[in-house]
């Protein structure tokens, strides 16, 4: 079950860092760049198991792929170029990402696909994907809208218009992958979520257009016209950030610089809600990179966490952070509370549970329904007793959180499954042993 033990605080450290590719970002720009008919190339693209699973469905869909040290390459096949033998599964491992957006590609494939994923994975709801790509003119055979899907796409796929209520990315991407192949404008209005997608869309100088209105985007989507390259230098996930930057503000005497950090605004709820707990994160050479923003970031430790009433509208763009947000509203003085969180339990496993869960271990005494959490900070908090985390479906997530728990608040921890950080970040361990970190 591989172990990770932890008995000992992190002390103070003072280091740069750097980390590795966003993983919304090189799953995006392989799918992309596999529907150009030209040659892309990418650095700093992210070698987890999702972004792997993400190349080995493109390899099977006749793509050809070059993996140097530095670089990868992806010689695409055009829309519509797939190529494949009959009778074909791909399986996209843990990657809700990768689930979803590829069935938006594979809306106009001639031969029956069946897609699978791992028991996680098939946990999961694809029927919020299901119904609008059925719009194109596809078929979808499920078990009640969960893996494994068998897809019948069609030879004409229409445009479509379509309502996006959850303010889903993967959904709404899903549908922009799906229309690049249609004849005809494509309409999407979106309840705001991260715009990854528009942004490499208009860098592209594709046929898109995007009209921002108050709680909602209004996309509009032109098909069939050729793909450019896309040659992309992937900057740093600001989801794999979050952790340091927790760990740095919860250690004592610490500062921490992260270079060339993806801060698109879809995406730094983080640092919003740091900021109202009272963090100021200094943002320096801050410039713009083919449609995103990126900054280096400097990160120091903070003594006095405010508790924070969480407004939902920061829900989404901080929506893979909240396990970490929980733990500063554990150090916080006064009662925090988050609401509106059902989507955070629609994760690899169901996230709000197990941040109550890690809290109530830890001693911290929190209130919990299906979609909010209360948290009564205790900023005197030290752990002296023994904490096991374990059976929490090898979310990736849930494992370093609670690494950085316990490196914070003491006591001897261990966590399960460490081999769960491959999902998204491999090198996790090996960079908190780089500030400092004493994990066996």
């Known amino acids: 079950m591989h172990l990770v033990k932890i008995k000992t605080k992190i002390q103070k450290f003072n280091k740069i860092l750097s980390i590795e590719g966003d993983k919304s970002l ?33 390899k099977k869909l006749g793509v050809k792929i070059k993996i140097s040290k530095n670089f990868c390459e992806i010689n ?30 594979l809306t106009h494939t001639k031969l029956s696909i069946k897609l699978k994923g791992d028991k996680s994975l098939s946990k999961r709801d694809f029927l919020r994907i299901i119904k609008p790509l059925k719009k194109f003119g596809a078929d979808f055979q499920s078990n009640m809208g969960k893996l494994p899907i068998i897809i019948k796409g069609t030879n004409n796929p229409n445009p479509i218009v379509y309502n996006e209520t959850r303010g889903s990315a993967q959904v709404k991407s899903s549908l922009m992958l799906a229309a690049l192949n249609t004849r005809g404008e494509t309409i999407i209005k979106a309840k705001k979520s991260r715009n990854h997608s528009e942004l490499l869309f208009k860098y592209l100088d594709l046929p898109i257009k995007v009209r921002k209105i108050k709680n909602y985007d209004l996309i509009k989507i032109k098909g069939k016209k050729k793909i450019p390259p896309l040659n ?32 698109n605004p879809s995406r730094v709820g983080i640092l919003r809600i740091l900021n109202m707990m009272g963090v100021k994160i200094q943002k320096i050479n801050v410039k713009e990179y083919k449609g995103e923003k990126i900054a280096d970031l400097i990160i120091k430790s903070t003594k006095n966490i405010k508790a924070i009433n969480c407004p939902p509208r920061l829900n989404s763009s901080a929506i893979d952070e909240f396990l970490l947000i929980f733990l500063l ?22 996230r709000l549970k197990w941040g109550s869960k890690i809290l109530d271990k830890m001693g911290i005494k929190n209130v919990l329904t299906d979609k909010t959490i209360k948290i009564y ?64």
Request: glycine share 6%.
């Open 26 to 58: 090189s799953i995006r720009w392989a799918l992309i760049a596999s529907q150009s008919e030209y040659k892309s190339k990418s650095e700093n693209l992210l070698l987890s198991e999702d972004v792997i699973n993400t190349l080995k469905c493109l």
């Open 76 to 105: 695409g096949v055009g829309l519509n170029g797939f190529k494949y033998k009959k009778n074909l599964t791909l399986n996209a491992g843990n990657s809700g990402t990768l689930g979803r957006l590829i069935m938006g590609l």
């Open 232 to 263: 992309y230098k992937i900057p740093s996930d600001i989801s794999s950030c979050a952790f340091f930057m927790v760990l740095t503000i919860l250690s004592k005497n610490s500062k921490l610089k992260i270079k060339n950090v993806n801060i």
């Open 329 to 350: 509203a554990a150090k916080a003085k006064g009662v925090s509370y988050f609401k509106n969180l059902s989507e955070l339990n629609e994760k690899e496993s169901p």
């Open 377 to 440: 900070g205790n900023p005197h908090l030290e752990i002296k007793k023994k904490i096991v985390i374990k059976d929490f479906l090898k979310d990736h997530r849930v494992f370093m959180t609670a690494t950085v728990a316990a490196l914070i608040f003491g006591g001897q921890w261990s966590i399960a499954n460490k081999d769960a950080i491959n999902t998204s970040f491999p090198s996790f361990l090996k960079k908190m042993r780089y500030l400092g970190a004493k994990i066996h």
